[in-house]
């Protein structure tokens, strides 16, 4: 039976310190992206300007939390009629919307989560330095966060065994400990480098085995000399051709429940070389979401 899929929109910039974000989804609906998915169900949603107050360490709150809260509605409402969420970011804040919907549907004991980013978002409000909420989201999922960082009705408590974050290069030291706490799997991309791709999947893909599995792709992953369209370029990253290796071997497993892009900034994207790119990287999924 043919899948079903919901794009979901979440309009968010300001958990990061760049704006342009929130965009992405609308660059990548004019770009055709429904049409890959087999005329996707639209889940869009209003651009709301950022707050101008905000209690210390947690800038933009009240924004990010509106936004957040109407995504998991979204995604809980994709959930339910059976269609396989697809979230188009937006900065990676919104990934607490998501695992909240993703938590409260499937159970958080039976989630697991394939976290591909440049950083490992698992700051708390205590910890961050920022106050950047796109540097929380883990942390909130793991419910090590402030009750203001709680989406919906009960902290997610995602288990950090079943937490694996493949790529990160830009870890502030506090995050360390954190992930070392909560037992979580890091594979910096500095171990892909060193130990290979293959070596690290192999630990991966077969701890995925019994679970729900939610694929978050935050694209500044890649290296600058393949994409530049993001608010952070961190030199060392990881290839496209690496990244759709990641994510066709996890949606290989047949275990995938839902997939998030995140961090794509369209007014970056001079010429829309990086749209283009990503487009091919979608393309190229399309075969693997069906399987």
Known sequence: MKRRYALAEAAVSCGSPTRGSEGAFDALIQAGLPGLLGDAVLLPMEKLAPCGTWPEGLRHLDTVMEVCRRLRANVLTALERGEYPVV??????????????????????????????????????????????????????????????????????????????????????????????????????REVRERGLEAVLAEVLPALAGKRVHISFDVDVLDPSEFTATGYNLPDGLTLAQVERILRGVLGTGQTVSFECVEYNPALDRGGKDLSALMGLFRRLAAGLEG
Request: some cysteine.
């Open 88 to 189: 188009i970011g937006g900065d990676h804040s919104c990934a607490m919307g998501t695992l909240a919907a993703l938590g409260e549907f499937y159970g958080a004991d039976s989630l697991a989560v394939v976290y591909v980013d440049a950083h490992t978002d698992i700051n708390t409000d205590q910890s961050s330095v920022s106050g950047c909420i796109h540097g929380m989201d883990l942390a909130a999922a793991c419910g090590l966060c402030c009750d203001a960082l709680t989406v919906g009705k009960n902290r997610v408590n995602l288990l950090g065994e079943n937490l694996h974050i493949i790529g990160a290069r830009s870890i502030d030291p506090p995050e360390y400990g954190i992930v070392e706490r909560v037992g979580a799997h890091l594979h910096t991309a």
